[in-house]
């Protein structure tokens, strides 16, 4: 139950004066649904402006209050273009103060034709035109301040202004309560830290990077904590272990060595399940290392000990690719494996779900439907996850509820994770690494071409797909939206199909499932030569006979996805070639990140490297690989605190695993805050 000293911050935020209906939903947008929201929303910066007498001792881009005298309304000639309102300083100087959208309707009361405003903003240049796009403030010539006008930038939605949002963050401000300190004191006193509510101030008041430093700690350490809770809570459950005799396992029949890594995985992952405690791990492994294999000895030490397992797949497509890969090796096993997705209907469901209830399904794949309440189990003994990062955990919960005793968990991931994100996201899970690849495996022919040779790659398509060949066209995005400039796939789907006729399928996540599968299979049986899609190929589509992929525009790609799709092709003994089709300006940094895709393979380096080069931007591109669980951490500041808060929270854990005294009591209130209470929910009588 959450603390009574942290109930005034999670109040909802028309708890504050003025807010009301409409100004609700723009900070919905915000995500400030609450007034604790309202108190991590801080500014983006701060700006100083300075008082000017006539625009002609300002300068283009400063900040700047002028006297003006508004002279004429200009509308727009449809209901999108700016609104305009003419106005004049002291020398005569005209300034256009432009509008757009509903802004225009508020700027007409404000702005009456004759009357003499303070006004304050950018000063810009359109065409031959001095302008203020969206002016801060306009205020009348009696409410004006004189002197220099400083003041924080709050990030905004449409429908709210900085002065409002001012307001409300002083409303919450003043609500922050007394709270014991959390951070261990020896850590305190080294970073010089405030405390928690004067770091809050600060850092609405000034760029204060010590208080945002603090504040980005007890993020960590709270993450850190609740991750240390939930790990020690899943020890003292009991599990059911389960050792198998190696009987079905004996009688797999790979057409392939497993590597080195492969057997340390399996390995690891059957001390796991010979334990009491159910096991909680995950398997992290570059596109083609082999995790399926893994998992599958995982399932069949499961079903060898009388138990069932599940595979759990994000998308149908890659459901249906899992069972019919685990249902080709396990047939000399005898197993049975089975399917089940949403899509499952009538008696052929029923039938499924009288095998799962009897135990005569041992294995069964399909998506979040096989744990639905409707599906019961025999005796599930082990979950395997894939692509975990996908799943809420609600979903996960579910999984847990399905077994007499709580069940084993192994996740697998197919995009390699740097450390810092792994121990972030996964901190509770022990983790085993599939670090190398199959022998026999070619390297992968990476280039970089710029879109103005855009006719000769498709010249070079042709004659790849007229050699009997399939290929990949990957694009940053479904179709061309007004105003962007990224490549689209329907539009490149169209351009193609004048070219190839129907040759060309096109592939991605807002068609209907059953074109999507009927688009795959003609791929897959080589119908079609060529696939255009969106990322939705990323994971989940394997067809070893295509050996060319084009990747367009593809400095709008992290790097981990960029390596996660150029590992389409590649599988097999044959030469495989990656066309990275880059726009004809680049940054230094994304020269360096292109230049790193035709240097190495080893995706665990690249996932370390697009971090660093991508820094405390959109982590690893859309942020789909290791997604930080983080609103107030930049990269940055994890890089330097997480590994003292995950030890600092281990320290606490040792000392007060159930968080009784002083200093786990304000421990408490930081999980609560920080909103990881799921671990103080893992303790007794929490």
Same mark, same amino acid.
Request: proline share 7%; with cysteine.
């Given at each position: 139950m959450r603390p009574e000293i942290l109930n005034p911050l999670f109040a909802e935020v028309d708890t504050l004066d003025g807010?009301?209906? %409409?100004? %609700? %939903?723009?900070?919905?947008?915000?995500?400030? $649904?609450?007034?604790?929201?309202?108190?991590?929303h801080w500014p983006d910066r701060f700006v100083t402006r300075r008082p000017v007498d006539n625009l002609d001792e300002a300068g283009e881009g400063e900040q700047i209050i002028v006297?003006?005298?508004?002279?004429?309304?200009?509308?727009?000639?449809?209901?999108?273009?700016?609104?305009? @309102?003419?106005?004049?300083? +002291?020398?005569?100087? *005209?300034?256009?103060?432009?509008f757009f959208g509903r802004s225009s309707y508020t700027a007409k009361k404000q702005l009456p034709v004759g009357e003499k405003r303070r006004v304050a903003g950018k000063l810009e240049r359109y065409g031959d035109m001095l302008q203020m796009v969206h002016p801060d403030h306009v205020l009348t010539m009696e409410d004006a301040a004189l002197g220099p006008m400083r003041e924080p930038i709050y990030p905004l939605a449409e429908g709210l202004t900085q002065p409002r949002m001012a307001s409300l963050a002083a409303q919450a401000l003043e609500k922050l309560p007394a709270v014991p300190e959390w951070i261990e004191p020896g850590m305190l006193a080294q970073q010089k830290w405030p405390a928690w509510a004067d770091a809050l101030r600060s850092v609405h008041a000034r760029d204060d990077e010590t208080a945002k430093d603090r504040l980005a700690y007890d993020e960590l350490l709270a993450n850190a904590l609740a991750l240390q809770l939930v790990k020690a809570d899943n020890r003292r459950k009991r599990g059911r272990p389960l050792a198998g005799d190696g009987s079905l396992r004996d009688k797999l029949q790979l057409p392939f060595p497993l590597t080195g890594a492969q057997e340390r995985s399996i390995r690891e992952i059957e001390g796991g399940l010979a334990q009491d405690a159910p096991m909680l791990r995950l398997l992290q492994g570059d596109v083609g290392a082999g995790k399926t294999v893994v998992a599958l000895h995982a399932m069949l030490v499961a079903v060898e000990a009388g138990a069932q397992a599940a595979l759990l797949a994000p998308t149908e497509i890659l459901a249906r690719q899992h069972y019919e890969t685990l249902r080709e090796m396990a047939r000399p096993t005898g197993v049975e494996v089975a399917l089940l997705t949403g899509r499952d209907k009538g008696r052929a469901r029923e039938s499924i779900l009288m095998g799962l209830m009897d135990g005569s399904i041992q294995i069964v794949v399909g998506t979040h439907?096989?744990?639905?309440?409707?599906?019961?189990?025999?005796?599930? !003994?082990? *979950?395997?996850?894939?692509?975990?990062?996908?799943?809420?955990? +609600?979903?996960?919960?579910?999984?847990?509820? %399905?077994?007499?005793?709580?069940?084993?968990?192994?996740?697998?991931?197919? $995009?390699? @994770?740097?450390?810092?994100? $792994?121990?972030?996201?996964?901190?509770?899970?022990?983790? +085993?690494?599939?670090?190398?690849?199959?022998? !026999?495996?070619?390297?992968?022919?990476?280039?970089?071409?710029?879109m103005d040779r855009l006719p000769e790659v498709v010249e070079a398509v042709g004659r790849h797909l007229a050699s009997g060949q399939q290929a990949y066209w990957v694009c940053p995005m479904v179709r061309d939206e007004e105003g962007m400039e990224k490549a689209a796939a329907e539009q490149r789907f169209a351009a193609l199909k004048a070219r190839f006729d129907d040759a060309v399928v096109l592939v991605h996540g807002q068609l209907d499932p059953e074109v999507k599968d009927a688009a795959m299979a003609r791929f897959a049986s080589g119908a079609a030569k060529l696939l255009v899609a969106t990322t939705v190929i990323e994971v989940g589509v394997d067809v070893p006979a295509s050996t060319l992929i084009v990747i367009e525009q593809a400095e709008s790609f992290g790097l981990a996805q960029l390596h996660q799709l150029r590992g389409r092709v590649g599988r097999g003994s044959e030469k495989s070639v990656c066309l990275l089709l880059r726009g004809n300006q680049l940054s230094e940094t994304g020269q360096r990140r292109l230049a790193l895709m035709r240097e190495t393979q080893d995706g665990f380096r690249i996932a370390e490297e697009d971090l660093e080069l991508r820094g405390g931007g959109e982590l690893l591109g859309t942020r789909q690989s290791g997604d930080t669980p983080f609103r107030i951490a930049t990269l940055d500041q994890m890089q330097r605190f997480l590994d003292p808060a995950t030890a600092d929270a281990k320290l606490l854990m040792d000392r007060d695993a159930g968080l009784e005294g002083e200093r786990g009591e304000a421990a408490r209130i930081l999980l609560y805050l920080m909103e990881r209470d799921m671990g103080v929910r893992t303790l007794r009588g929490g």
């Open positions: 807010v009301g209906p %409409k100004l %609700k %939903k723009p900070l919905e947008k915000l995500r400030c $649904t609450r007034v604790r929201d309202i108190a991590y006297a003006l005298t508004v002279t004429e309304h200009r509308a727009g000639a449809s209901r999108r273009a700016p609104y305009r @309102i003419l106005a004049t300083d +002291s020398a005569g100087n *005209v300034l256009a103060l432009t439907a096989i744990f639905q309440e409707a599906v019961q189990y025999r005796d599930l !003994g082990l *979950v395997v996850v894939d692509e975990q990062h996908r799943f809420g955990v +609600s979903q996960r919960l579910q999984m847990a509820g %399905k077994g007499k005793r709580p069940p084993h968990t192994l996740s697998m991931t197919a $995009t390699p @994770i740097p450390r810092t994100l $792994t121990l972030a996201n996964y901190g509770e899970m022990e983790v +085993s690494r599939l670090d190398e690849l199959p022998p !026999g495996r070619q390297a992968i022919d990476t280039r970089v071409v710029g």
